[in-house]
């Protein structure tokens, strides 16, 4: 009688927090023997300037799964220490580098990435928040045989997700962060058996999520109200979304309304301080805020700011 089939040995690449669910779903599966897991070298974060461990490496440990953090993939022993594994397959969730041709056929079913969009929409770094920047109804999670370009390979599997009209850069990371998990989990044992079909992307439709900089939560007024919070929520928690009083830097926060506006002001124009919420004209309608951070403050509610008094009515914020 033969014995039960032999677990796959995987390899596991990823860093951030997004990917912590892959390693704990990858270590928990039968039909496969997570061997290692591949994160970025540690980094100086913090006041006090000390190295601080990834997310996958801290869950790797925990579990006990050995972890490499090469500087270099391209050059270097990393790719012959991945070699001594003898991976049958690498799985990758949110790395943060582009594999080389070399590593990509280095297991023996190639390499997949877990990618949290629906591809082809929203290739790239930030698929999460600029999907809800800009006005997506839906988003969700693919699983992708990997390939040399930039998410392009052929989709082996998907799930999709409603983006809520109250949906916020954080909540949405965190539920496709668990649906990579749950996606790879469930396509695991087709994968491994070849029997997935390769769906390759077309072009059409096709758009790229670049990188998002400090500067992206910087406020233009002159945009309609509707596109202000959906940037708002999706800049949430970083970069953050801010304007300028006077030489200051305020901070405005995801619990918002748009509401239509009435008379004459210029976008930028603080409308009415209340306690209800402070009212900002756009360049189209106004938007009203209910919790905001003064540089230099904690962050509090309008019924707070309309007590300190630290705006008023007919101010201009840049």
Request: glycine residues 8%; aromatic residues 4%; hydrophobic residues 40%.
């Amino acid at each position: 009688m033969s014995g039960p089939p032999k677990a796959a040995r995987v390899v596991f690449m990823g860093t951030p927090e997004f990917a912590v669910p892959c390693v704990q779903a990858l270590a928990e599966h039968p039909s496969c023997d997570l061997v290692a897991a591949v994160c970025q070298p540690d980094r100086v974060r913090g006041r006090k300037k000390e190295p601080q461990p990834p997310p996958v490496k801290v869950a790797a440990e925990a579990l006990g799964i050995p972890v490499l953090q090469p500087r270099r993939i391209k050059t270097g022993p990393f790719q012959d220490q991945l070699r001594t594994l003898q991976p049958t397959l690498a799985v990758v969730a949110a790395y943060g580098r582009i594999l080389p041709q070399p590593l990509l056929d280095l297991p023996t079913l190639g390499c997949v990435n877990l990618h949290a969009s629906l591809l082809p929409r929203w290739r790239g770094a930030a698929p999460i928040q600029w999907s809800i920047a800009e006005g997506d109804m839906e988003s969700g999670v693919c699983l992708m045989q990997m390939d040399v370009g930039l998410d392009t390979g052929d989709v082996l599997a998907r799930a999709k997700t409603p983006i809520t009209s109250d949906e916020t850069g954080q909540t949405l990371h965190d539920r496709l962060s668990v649906m990579s998990a749950t996606l790879l989990a469930e396509s695991l044992p087709k994968l491994l058996a070849a029997e997935l079909t390769r769906i390759p992307q077309s072009g059409d439709g096709a758009t790229y999520a670049r990188m998002l900089t400090r500067e992206d939560g910087r406020i233009d007024w002159t945009q309609s109200a509707v596109r202000i919070a959906r940037r708002i929520r999706a800049f949430y928690p970083w970069p953050g979304a801010f304007t300028q009083v006077g030489s200051s830097i305020l901070k405005l926060f995801p619990d918002l309304t748009v509401q239509v506006s009435h008379g004459d002001a210029a976008p930028g124009t603080v409308i009415d301080v209340s306690g209800a919420g402070i009212r900002i004209r756009t360049g189209k309608g106004d938007l009203i805020v209910r919790e905001l951070q003064l540089q230099g403050r904690r962050r509090m509610s309008a019924k707070e700011f309309a007590n300190g008094r630290a705006l008023q009515p007919g101010i201009r914020l840049d």
